[in-house]
């Protein structure tokens, strides 16, 4: 049972990457899923999220208009589309999954991204490096 990440690679601000995160062992169906990431001595930090329900997708302030998640049960994937992107969204990113409605939310993200609060799964992370 494992969240494989991948996709992350070295671009020039501006560019896009897709991010991909494939799960095995276990169906993303109904599961709330996220994005998180870490960039170098900071913490790890909430980047998007949805609901298990698929309601409208959350988004940190900072990549909204910019990035997109999405999920593919056919495929269980899920997916985080990263358009324009800028040196400050360099660091290691994570996909996670979590059984509950409730995972996704702003209210909460930060709780999740330090404690794991909630979560069942986690991806090993892959690097994405934006240079200018």
């Known amino acids: 049972v494992q969240l494989q990440a991948s996709g992350g690679g070295l671009v020039q601000a501006g560019e896009s990457l897709r991010l991909s995160c494939v799960a095995s062992?276990?169906?993303?169906?109904?599961?709330?899923i996220g994005w998180f990431r870490q960039a170098p001595g900071n913490e790890r930090e909430w980047v998007s999220c949805?609901?298990?329900?698929?309601?409208?997708?959350y988004y940190i302030d900072s990549v909204k208009g910019r990035f997109a998640i999405s999920k593919d049960t056919a495929t269980n994937s899920m997916y985080l589309q990263m358009n324009s992107l800028k040196v400050d969204d360099t660091a290691v990113y994570y996909c996670?999954?979590?059984?509950?409605?409730?995972?996704?939310?702003?209210?909460?993200?930060?709780?999740?991204?330090?404690?794991?609060?909630?979560?069942?799964?986690w991806g090993k992370g892959t690097l994405v490096t934006v240079s200018s």
């Open positions: 949805i609901r298990s329900g698929g309601d409208e997708p």
């Open positions: 996670a999954a979590a059984p509950h409605s409730w995972w996704c939310h702003p209210l909460i993200a930060t709780r999740i991204a330090t404690t794991d609060y909630g979560t069942d799964y």
């Open positions: 062992g276990f169906s993303l169906e109904h599961y709330s």
